[in-house]
C-alpha cells in the first residue's frame, strides 16, 4: 500500500525537496513531499481543473451551436472563469425570509466535502494517490452517495417550491442510478480480481486491448457504454438535468443560493465531473498506463511520457464526452428518466453482470 | 488502516475548505438592509400562494424504498465478489471456482426476479 503520494520517487520536485531543502532529515522530506503532494492533488483538480472545465464546457457549448463562447478576457476568454469566480465572492448571499439559516448555509459544504473524499482515492499516476484502501471500489460507491444529502437539506432548508421539487428529483434520481454504477463496478471487480483502484489500473497492463473496455469482448465495451450513461445521470448533467431544468423549476434545488452558496454547488458538480470521468478510465481505459500498440519504437515513446500526463489526458477526452452528450439530447421526463434506469439500464446492467460471471466461468475471459 | 487515518485527515480539510469558501464570501460580500422583496420566497415574481413545502407526489417515496432493497443486495454483493474474484485470480486455493460463480448467479437471478415482482406490482409506474 502507498499511503502518502511519494514525490520522492523519479521526480524532479521531490529530488529538489529531498536532496536541497531537507538534506539531513529523510523523515522531514517525506512529510514535506507527502504534504506537497496531498495539497497538489487537492488544488489542482479544484483550483484548476473546475476553472478550466467550465471554461471548456462554455467553449464546447458556444462552438457546437455555432457561436464563439467567451472571447474577451484573456485569449480566447481563459480567464473568464476567474472573473466569474471574482463576482461571485463579492456578492450578497441572500437567504430569503422562512429559510432555516444554519442548515440553508451548511448545505453546499457536503457535496464539496464528499467530492473531495473521491478525490483522494483517484490514481492519478502509480505514485501519485493520496489514499489507496484496500476496499477501494466500495469506498468509491460509499463516499459518492454522500453529496445528495446537500441537495436534499440545502432545497428542504430554502423555503421554495422549485428547490423542493428539484431535489425531491435528485433523491430520486441519483438514488436510482447509484444501483446501476454499483453492479458496474463490481463487474470491473470480479473482472479484474482486484478491488483498490490502483491495483485495478495495474491489471490493464499491457497493449491497448488489455484495458477492460477491449479485454472482456462483448462484456467490456457494453458496460463502458452502460457505465457512461449512467455516470451522466449520477452527475445530473444534461439530457439528464432533471433537478435544476430552468424551463420547469428555475434553477432547481439552488434557486435560493446566490454568491459563495451557489458557487460551491457548481464547484462540487464540475469536480464531480471530473472525478466520474477519472473513474471511466480508472475502470475501463487503463488509467494512468500508456496506450501501448505493441509496435516496440512507439511504445518506447509513448512509455516515456509521464503516466499522469495519460491519466488527464483520458480524464479530458471522457469529459469531452459529457459535454458532448448535454448539448446533444434533449432531455427526457422524470418519468421516462426513472422508467430508463429501472426498466432498462437496470436489468441490462444485471444481465452484462450475469454475461461476465458466465464467461469468467467457461474461461471465456482469461483472468 | 493509514490510508483510512488520511481519508479522516481529507475528510477535516474538505470541511474546512468548505467553511473557510462560506466565510470570505460572507466576509467579503455587501450587507444591505433586508427589504420586502429580498425577504419572499422566488417564484419569477410572483406573490407566493400557500405554503413553500408544498405536498409532492409519494412516488418519489416508492423509489427511495425500491432503492434501499436494490442497495442492501449490492451491499451483499460486494464481499461475495471480493472474494469470488480472489479465488478466480488463484489467491483462494481449494474452492471450486465454479460453483462459487453459480451461488453468484443465483443471487443475482434473484435480484432479477424482485425487478420483475416490483415491476409486475406496479412499483414503477409513474401515475
Redesign the interface.
Known sequence: MNALIDLSANNAVGDFVRDVLFPNSPALAWAANGLLGVAALLLFPVFLGAPFLIWMERKVCAHMQARLGPMRHGPHGAVQTIADVVKLVFKEIAPPGGVDRLVYLLAPGIPLTASFLVLAVVPWGANLQVADPEQGVFYVVAVGALGLLGFLVGAWASNNKFALLGAMRAGAQMLSYEISLSVLLLLVMLLSGESSLREIVLSQRGTVLDWWVFKAPVVGPLAFVLYLVSSTAELNRGPFDLIEAEQELTAGYQTEYSGMGFSMFYLAEYVNMTIQAALVSTFFLGGFLPPLVGIAPVDAALAAVPGVVWMVAKTLAIVFVYMWFRWSFPRPRVDQLLALEWKTLLPANLAVFALGMLALAMGWILP | M???A??VF??F???A???G??L???L?????P?TPF???????GNP?IGP???R??A??YL??L??LV??VE?LL??PA??F???A????EAGVP??LM??E??VF??V??AG?AYA?RKGA?K??
Open positions: 493509514t490510508s483510512y488520511i481519508l481529507f475528510l480539510l474538505g470541511i475548505m468548505a467553511g469558501a462560506m470570505a464570501g460572507h467579503l460580500s455587501p450587507k444591505t433586508r429580498q425577504q419572499a420566497a422566488y417564484e419569477c407566493t413553500t413545502r408544498v409532492f407526489r412516488g418519489y423509489f427511495a425500491l432503492f436494490f442497495d449490492t454483493l460486494f465478489v471480493a469470488v474474484s480472489r478466480l485470480h488463484g489467491e471456482v465454479s460463480l453459480a453468484l448467479g443475482v437471478f435480484l432479477l425487478l415491476w414503477l409513474w401515475d
